[in-house]
């Protein structure tokens, strides 16, 4: 990676990041297209996706670091011109999602009649939950396998080929279901068996394209301790940062349920919008963590800079338009999602809070992606334990103190998308600011 001139980087910036929002895309189009075709099947077969869909979340959510710890591992072998090397890297990650999602899938599929029950769910509903996801349990593996053979794929600087792939993947999963729960009549197990299809599907497609990577580059198919040990203790460090962000999203939730079912749902309206805008950071980021990964790997600190001054910057852009788009549409997105201009109302005042926290969201989002590409996973964990520590007693305080309506609802997201994010962009940008996450080992 060389010193480029800033139309160049710009290029390059952009070459990565517009392919890898649409694969970031395909993914929540899997879970459209599913729940519109169940949906059809009537209210409990819905219902019944709604839970396995969020046990299925928890899941992957938790194993995306099988990603994010091999991009900056490959990357940094690219940058060094090791392309066989970086390869036999990502494919050890490939072996341990493999690993991982045999062991997750026995699992799920044992306890998947007591982690229904849990939920108090109907009969009906919790019957369609438990068919749906004992038989996707078994696509778990196919599903940790794509997160790090995607990472294999970014750090050797190609998202578009992970687009393609999504997409194949996303026009088989439609077909398979139609077939499977309208021609079959097999209802919401056809569901389940033609998306677990789909996804050992794209892990074929995956197989392919590693295989012939290997073939050329001499790169080893076998795994190597080496490389399963540096992915998992790397995984490990990124698994414990993606805890401290689930607790504090599910603590937030929960203190929204206390202030009640519509602020509850007025809070839901308010992060979908955050994570709807979330996608295009996070192609940005993921572009951040290719480029800072081959950047060190060659060893060309200036670069590294340079990327990380360029995309903070773009970021902060970027969340500047989209805060005022949302500022603009605060009135009406209430009624958009439901028809009530109460809810318009109750939530308007949170989605400006919003609004103006955009550009804060963009730098965290940035900044972790290059921290990521980096390899500095311990720090990021250890911030994220860190980041609870202010984010806590505000919510607390929101908790006792802030009451219901627009203001209780407007409070809360002074207190995420200011607190919280406020402690994220100094925990980040402190560490940016040094020298030590320039020598991080990925």
């Keep these: 990676m060389t010193t480029r001139p800033p139309e160049t980087l710009n290029r390059s910036i952009l070459r990565l990041a517009i392919p890898a929002l649409g694969a ?21 077969p819905l219902a019944g996706l709604g839970i396995a869909g969020a046990v299925l979340h928890t899941i992957v959510g938790l194993m995306v670091f099988l990603a994010y710890s091999t991009t900056p591992a490959v990357a940094r072998r690219f940058g060094a011109g090791e392309v066989g090397r970086a390869v036999s890297v990502g494919i050890d990650g490939m072996w341990l999602a493999l690993t991982l999602g ?58 578009v080929t992970p687009l393609w792939i999504a997409g194949v993947g996303f026009a088989a999963n439609a077909a398979l279901n139609a077939v499977f729960i309208y021609g079959f009549g097999w209802g919401i197990a056809g569901s389940a068996v033609g998306t677990v299809i789909a996804q050992w599907a794209v892990v074929g497609a995956y197989v392919v394209v590693v295989g012939r990577l290997a073939r050329r580059h001499t790169a080893s198919l076998r795994p190597e301790r080496a490389g399963l040990g540096g992915t998992a203790r790397s995984g490990g460090w990124l698994f414990l940062r993606t805890l401290s962000l689930r607790a504090a999203f599910l603590a937030t939730v929960a203190v929204a349920t206390q202030l009640g079912s519509a602020e509850l749902a007025g809070w839901q309206i308010a992060f979908t919008i955050f994570s709807t805008a979330a996608f295009a950071l996070d192609a940005l980021a993921i572009a951040a963590q290719a480029l800072i990964g081959a950047g060190l790997g060659a060893g060309d600190l200036a670069a590294v800079r340079r990327v990380l001054q360029r995309t903070v ?34 939530i308007q005042p949170a989605l400006l809070v919003l609004a103006v926290a955009q550009p804060l969201a963009a730098v965290v989002f940035v900044l972790d992606g290059v921290l990521i590409g980096a390899g500095d996973a311990r ?37 995420f998308f200011g607190v919280y994010l406020l402690a994220r962009v100094v925990t980040l940008g402190l560490r940016v600011r040094g020298q030590r996450w320039l020598m991080a080992v990925a």
Excluded at 37 to 42: I, K, Q
Excluded at 317 to 339: E, K, L
Excluded at 386 to 410: H, M, R
Aim: glycine share 12%.
């Design 102 to 159: 045999a062991v997750l899938a026995l699992a799920g599929v044992w306890s998947t009649p007591a982690v229904v029950d849990a939920f108090g769910a109907a009969p009906d509903v919790a019957e369609n939950a438990r068919v749906y996801l004992s038989i996707s349990m078994w696509g778990l593996p196919a599903m940790l396998i794509v997160f790090a053979a995607t990472g294999l794929l970014r750090g050797l600087q190609n998202t």
């Design 24 to 44: 970031l895309i395909a993914e929540p189009l899997f879970l459209i297209v599913d729940a519109a075709m169940v949906g059809h099947l009537g209210v409990a």
């Design 379 to 415: 720090y990021l964990a250890l911030a994220g334990v860190l980041n609870l520590v202010p984010y806590a007693p505000a919510l607390a305080a929101v908790a006792l103190w802030a009451g219901g309506g627009a203001a209780g609802l407007a409070w809360l997201s002074a207190a």
């Design 313 to 346: 910057a773009w970021g902060v852009w970027f969340g500047v338009a989209v805060g005022i788009v949302i500022a603009a549409a605060s009135g009406v997105v209430g009624i958009v999602f439901t028809g009530d201009p109460a809810v318009a109302a109750l």
